[in-house]
C-alpha cells in the first residue's frame, strides 16, 4: 500500500497481482481475500470512528461540532449502512450482485457481473456458519491492529506532551481515519 498515492489504499491491485505471481492464486480468489479483509477492516473502522466520535461529543459538547465534522460523520453513517445493507444480504445469502444493485450492469457486460457473483460467492463461503472459527480470528486481528495503532497515539501523546490521555488518542486515531475518508 505504500508504493500507491494513499498509503492506506491503492496497494489491493499489487497484493492481488503478488498473489497471483508467488503463490499461483487465481485474480478472482486474490480480490476475494482483499474484499473480505477490506470489509471486515471497514467494520472494525467504523467502530473506531463511532467511539471516538463519542468520545469527541463528551468531551466537547455538541455545539463544538463543525459542519464539516457534522457532514463527515454523516458520510460514516452512510457508509455504515452499506456495510449493515452487505451483512445483511450475506446472512440472509442473498446476492447483492443479482438484487437491483447491479441490474443496469448485469445487461450490459455479464463477464463482469459473473466475475464479481464468483467474488460475492467466496465471500459468502467464508462468512458461512462452519467457518466461524476464521472469521472470528480475522475480527480479533484487526481489532488487534486497531488497539495497537490506539496505543501507538496513546504514547505519541505521552511523548509530545508528557501525559497519558486515552480519550485524546481514541479522538486523534478517530479524525485521522475520518481524513482518510475525505
Given at each position: 500500500s505504500?508504493i500507491?498515492?494513499?498509503a ?6 499489487f497484493r ?8 499461483g492464486?487465481?485474480?478472482q480468489k486474490a ?7 477490506k470489509f471486515?477492516e471497514a467494520?472494525v ?7 471516538s ?5 463528551f ?8 459542519s ?6 454523516v458520510?460514516?453513517a452512510?457508509?455504515s ?9 450475506s446472512?440472509k445469502?442473498k446476492s447483492l450482485?443479482k438484487?437491483f444493485?447491479?441490474?443496469p450492469?448485469?445487461?450490459?457486460n455479464?463477464?463482469i457481473?459473473?466475475?464479481?457473483q464468483?467474488?460475492?460467492d ?6 458461512s456458519?462452519?467457518?466461524k472459527?476464521y472469521?472470528l ?5 484487526a481489532?488487534l491492529?486497531y488497539?495497537l495503532l ?7 501523546i505521552?511523548y509530545?506532551?508528557?501525559v497519558f ?10 479524525f485521522?481515519?475520518?481524513s482518510y475518508?475525505?
Amino acid at each position: 500500500s505504500y508504493i500507491t498515492p494513499v498509503a492506506y489504499i491503492g496497494g489491493e491491485l499489487f497484493r492481488g497481482q503478488m498473489l497471483r505471481d508467488k503463490y499461483g492464486v487465481s485474480l478472482q480468489k486474490a480480490l476475494s481475500s482483499i474484499f473480505i479483509d477490506k470489509f471486515l477492516e471497514a467494520a472494525v473502522w467504523i467502530v473506531v470512528l463511532f467511539v471516538s466520535a463519542v468520545v469527541f461529543v463528551f468531551h466537547s459538547g455538541i455545539s463544538s461540532l463543525s459542519s464539516a465534522v457534522g457532514a463527515s460523520l454523516v458520510s460514516v453513517a452512510f457508509f455504515s449502512l452499506f456495510l449493515v445493507l452487505v451483512y445483511f444480504f450475506s446472512v440472509k445469502r442473498k446476492s447483492l450482485i443479482k438484487s437491483f444493485f447491479f441490474r443496469p450492469f448485469r445487461s450490459k457486460n455479464s463477464g463482469i457481473t459473473d466475475f464479481l457473483q464468483e467474488i460475492e460467492d467466496d465471500f459468502f463461503m467464508f462468512f458461512s456458519p462452519t467457518n466461524k472459527k476464521y472469521v472470528l480470528g480475522t475480527i480479533k486481528l484487526a481489532l488487534l491492529k486497531y488497539v495497537l495503532l490506539w496505543g501507538r497515539n496513546v504514547f505519541l501523546i505521552f511523548y509530545l506532551v508528557k501525559v497519558f490521555s486515552f480519550s485524546a488518542s481514541l479522538m486523534a486515531l478517530g479524525f485521522s481515519y475520518l481524513s482518510y475518508m475525505a
